[in-house]
Nanobody, 120 residues
């Protein structure tokens, strides 16, 4: 089973940039997709970006162009580059891995989360 540990969160000013990393360890066999989610205070957790095992990417429309998801095989990480950050980007960011169980249903593994605060 895969283990996920997020890092890179912190305090950043509006307009700034931040790069989050998800350290991946254990077995990655059978993973359908990995991605980044976020949850702001009082709001529902939402998808930020995802990367499938076949290499395709998926972004939330409102974030496309500012955020970029990528793999770093030399460091065994799943990274999220965040540019032009806004106060509304403030949230806990989670790394996720999804395993298919049956068609249309997945077993999900989550990291502990890393807090990103965008403020002056």
């Amino acid at each position: 089973q895969v283990q996920l540990v997020e890092s890179g969160g912190g305090l950043v000013q509006p307009g700034g940039s931040l790069r989050l990393s998800c350290a991946v360890s254990g077995s990655i066999f059978g993973i359908h997709a990995m991605g980044w989610y976020r949850q702001a205070p009082g709001k529902q957790r939402e998808l930020v970006a995802a990367l499938t095992s076949s290499g395709s990417t998926n972004y939330t429309d409102s974030l496309k162009g500012r955020f970029t998801i990528s793999r770093d095989n030399t460091k065994n990480t799943l990274d999220l580059q965040m540019n032009s950050l806004k106060p509304e980007d403030t949230a806990i960011y989670y790394c996720n891995a999804a395993y298919p169980v049956v068609t249309g249903r997945y077993l999900e593994v989550w990291g502990q989360g890393t807090l990103v605060t965008v403020s002056s």
